[in-house]
């Protein structure tokens, strides 16, 4: 039977049903796509794998997870009301906040009657005869729609190794964005963490502070830079709170998409050493990814770039007392920024603790997890708990984790089978009305992915408006459009050092992962403007019917 559900009926658990729109993910993208659908007057069904709003901040609850771009900069922008109202707490809020503003918005725009939780989509299909696409989930439901809005984040596919043996593990183990929601009681316990980026950065020293002994495999070093984490200093808020618009207006039109301006517009080479010292400190005492927005060309120019990683490598020396292991934890083979940088907190100095032992299994690798621990090559490690801080299959894993059918039977992984192909990273030719938000070719993780997914849906609400306005059944990107932005992103990324390591942004991380360079790294401001030429030209490079 069908049923077709008008904006503002609860939503069933179990049903077959007909929308205007089907959001994938409750995220902060997939909350935003309903306000915004919603306000436009589409009856729309949001179906979301977790219990409660949030995407990433629900899932990613491992200790020490925080956000990497100032709370007051990670915000919605849309609502001037929820802007003046909210509070944070922290200059950088912790995952427990971030969850806690989710829910506030979706209570204050009465979001969770659209959402179906604890639901995920399986199959989605577009059929041309009926125009529409069906949507299948694992509970069961069949639910057609005109317009499918792809908010499943970038970061939501977890990456666990193929370690051999982990099934015989005796102890417990946890990848960090599958992390139990009532904790892991590590006191006094031999705890592994495998992994050295963002996530395991921000881990490891506060699972130092309670573990009997904590192991860290690292395989490839980092740089971190300290985000210097404080409570909100009421000043700062007021002022944002009196200029919010002038806030919004620089991060949207900024590279980044934050609130970090450049300390100076010259080249690292352009000043003598000591000057560019004195810089360098002052960017490291601000915080945060400050110290990449020193100067003008530490993302493009190598020797530029060099002198801020070597910055970074003297205070890893000056901080981490054993020589041995300040080398480390010292990355030398791939530029400062072209991994997403990582912040933390006393990150570094937690190797001064004599609880801590860093595992090089680069020159040693994992060769096997036992029932007792984990083994490399060289030693056993026996561990009661093992932490994987592995990442994840990005930005096109979470799309080809479902089955995504085109027109004519076309396979989303058959057609991106040798890496993604998008125009403006919010449409895939052969797909007609299937949105993605922040998707492969946008800037999405090379930003503050608040200001890129408000950018998007906007966008998305934009063109969905647009076609209804003018009668038109559906849109879709042409081949040419579509085959000349993946070029001009390739081209772009040419243009920076970022292919010159081995990261999730190419793939590299994933076994047998095409390695094509993602996100679009011509900025935000750069692709704002491209989009409203796109609109102001008619919807250039897309085909409306
Ligand atoms: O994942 P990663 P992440 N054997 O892929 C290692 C965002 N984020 O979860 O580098 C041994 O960066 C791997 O080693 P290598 C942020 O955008 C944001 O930390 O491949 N080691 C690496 O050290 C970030 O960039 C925040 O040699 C293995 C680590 O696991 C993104 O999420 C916080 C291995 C994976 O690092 C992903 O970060 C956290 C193996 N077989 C995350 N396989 C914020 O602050 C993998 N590794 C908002």
């Known amino acids: 039977m069908l049923k077709t559900q008008s904006a503002g009926e609860p939503a069933a658990a179990t049903s077959v049903a007909q929308y205007d729109a089907v959001v994938v993910g409750a995220g902060f993208a997939g909350m935003y ?5 919603r306000q436009a007057g589409l009856s729309v069904r949001v179906i979301e794998a977790a219990p409660q709003v949030g995407g990433t901040w629900f899932w990613n609850c491992y200790p020490g997870a925080r956000v990497d771009v100032e709370s007051l900069s990670y915000s919605y922008s849309f609502s001037p009301e929820l802007q003046q109202e909210w509070s944070w707490k922290q200059a950088y809020a912790p995952q427990a906040e971030l969850l806690e503003y989710a829910d506030h918005v979706a ?13 995920r989509v399986v199959s989605t299909t577009y059929s041309a ?8 989930t694992d509970r069961g439901d069949r639910i057609t729609t005109t317009y499918l809005i792809m908010a499943v984040g970038c970061l939501s596919a977890t990456n666990v190794p193929d370690f051999p ?6 102890g417990s183990w946890h990848h960090t964005s599958r992390w139990p929601r009532e904790g892991v009681d590590v006191t006094g316990k031999r705890v592994g963490v495998v992994g050295t980026g963002s996530t395991g950065i921000q881990a490891i020293p506060v699972l130092a502070e309670d573990a009997g002994h904590l192991y860290v495999f690292q395989r490839t070093p980092n740089y971190s830079l300290p985000s210097k984490n404080s409570p909100m200093d009421p000043e700062r808020e007021r002022d944002w709170k009196a200029n919010y618009d002038e806030h919004r207006a620089f991060a949207r039109m900024s590279p980044t998409g934050s609130n970090i301006g450049l300390l100076r517009d010259i080249s690292a080479l352009s000043v003598s050493d000591a000057e560019r010292s004195r810089i360098y400190e002052e960017a490291w005492r601000i915080g945060g990814s400050q110290l990449l927005r020193s100067f003008n060309d530490i993302a493009v120019d190598p020797e530029a770039n060099e002198t801020a990683a070597e910055f970074v490598r003297a205070k890893i020396r000056q901080i981490v007392r054993d020589p041995d292991t300040a080398e480390l934890l010292t990355p030398r083979d791939y530029p400062i920024g072209t991994k997403r940088i990582c912040l933390d907190t006393g990150y570094y100095e937690t190797y001064n603790r004599d609880n801590v032992t860093l595992v090089d299994v680069r020159s040693d690798p994992i060769e096997e997890i036992t029932p007792q621990g984990l083994r490399t090559s060289a030693e056993h490690y026996p561990l009661d708990v093992l932490v994987f801080a592995t990442g994840f299959d990005a930005m096109t894993g979470p799309l080809l984790e479902m089955e995504v059918t085109g027109r004519d039977g076309l396979a989303l992984r058959d057609k991106w089978a040798a890496g993604p192909r998008t125009y403006l990273g919010v449409m895939t030719a052969g797909f007609p009305n ?3 938000v922040t998707g492969p070719g946008s800037p999405s993780v090379l930003s503050n992915m608040t200001t890129s997914i408000e950018q998007h849906v906007d966008f998305i609400a934009d063109a969905i408006e647009h076609l209804r306005a003018s009668g038109a059944a559906r849109i879709e990107p042409t081949v040419e459009a579509e085959d000349s932005w993946v070029e001009h992103v390739n081209e772009v990324a040419d243009r920076t050092l970022y292919k010159r390591a081995n990261s999730w942004y190419l793939g590299a991380n994933i076994p047998g992962k095409p390695r094509i360079f993602m996100p679009y790294a011509g900025g935000v401001g750069t692709y704002r403007q491209v989009c409203e030429t796109v609109v102001a030209k008619g919807y250039d490079g897309f085909a409306l019917q």
């Not at 796509?33 to 659908?37: E, I, N």
């Not at 005869?129 to 299948?136: C, F, N, P």
């Not at 043996?165 to 005796?170: D, K, Q």
């Open 434 to 436: 299937m949105f993605m």
């Open 107 to 119: 209570q204050r725009f009465d979001l969770h009657r659209d959402i179906q939780f604890e639901t």
């Open 33 to 37: 796509t309903l306000h915004r659908l």
């Open 129 to 136: 005869e009926l125009d529409r696409w069906t949507v299948r």
């Open 165 to 170: 043996g982990l099934g015989s593990f005796a």
